[in-house]
């Protein structure tokens, strides 16, 4: 079945460390995107990609990073700059202008 | 700045009742319309997509979009318990380049009580 995969589905970051968050599609969809979401925030955009070996800055891109090397994959990583990265992170995928996002289940990152 | 307004509730009501969810959005050149359901701990799921002017219908849920008033809602018909959930209210703004970035609401939490 064609979906997205998210992975872990929960994870532990010390301070000063580094944690990356898998995320794989194989919806075919062109356009992938991260948000970040916290209890009465709603979803925050934090990078976005069109197209392979492009992405974009989204609303909070800052103490994260990405990389679109195949079209499946779009994993985001949070840096130890981010201060405050306990949050539930989300993974969506979508074929194209007009159309709604497929979302994965999503990571809960929890700051030990 | 684009904007999506909705009431974050929680709207409570009876099982078998009319749950009306309500959405503005400041973007006047909006194009499409979509509502979310994400239940607790959940990731949001799609529900209903509506891109003109009126009432669109899939089984128990109806969506209505009025553009000259930026008003999008969400009727669901006969409600269940498993219906108590968060509903997130998305629109895609219209941006030069056709980028189809959604931007979301902060969700209203429904509660149907048997």
């Known amino acids: 079945d064609g979906g997205i995969t998210q992975s872990p589905k929960y994870l532990f970051r010390k301070e000063g460390q580094n944690v990356t968050l898998s995320c794989e599609q194989n919806?075919?969809?062109?356009?992938m995107y991260w948000y970040r979401q916290d209890p009465g925030q709603g979803l925050r955009l934090i990078y976005y990609?069109?197209?392979?070996?492009?992405?974009q800055k989204g609303d909070i891109a800052e103490g994260y990073s990405v990389s679109r090397e195949k079209k499946e994959s779009f994993p985001l990583t949070v840096t130890s700059a981010q201060k405050n990265p306990t949050a539930f992170y989300l993974c969506a995928s979508s074929p194209g202008v007009g159309y709604g996002y497929t979302f994965g289940s999503g990571t809960r990152l929890t700051v030990v | 700045q684009k904007e999506v307004e909705q009431n974050s509730g929680p709207l409570s009501v009876p099982e078998g009742a009319i749950a009306s969810l309500n959405c503005t959005y400041s973007d006047r050149g909006s194009q499409s319309f979509f509502w979310y359901r994400q239940y607790s701990g959940k990731s949001p799921e799609l529900i209903m997509f509506i891109y003109s002017n009126g009432d669109k219908e899939d089984g128990r849920f109806t969506a209505q979009l009025n553009k000259a008033s930026q008003y999008v809602s969400l009727l669901i018909r006969d409600s269940q318990p498993s219906d108590s959930a968060t509903y997130l209210c998305a629109v895609m703004p219209w941006t030069q380049g056709g980028s189809e970035k959604l931007v979301f609401g902060k969700g209203t939490k429904l509660t149907v009580n048997p």
């Open positions: 919806l075919n969809h062109d356009a």
């Open positions: 990609s069109q197209i392979v070996n492009d992405f």
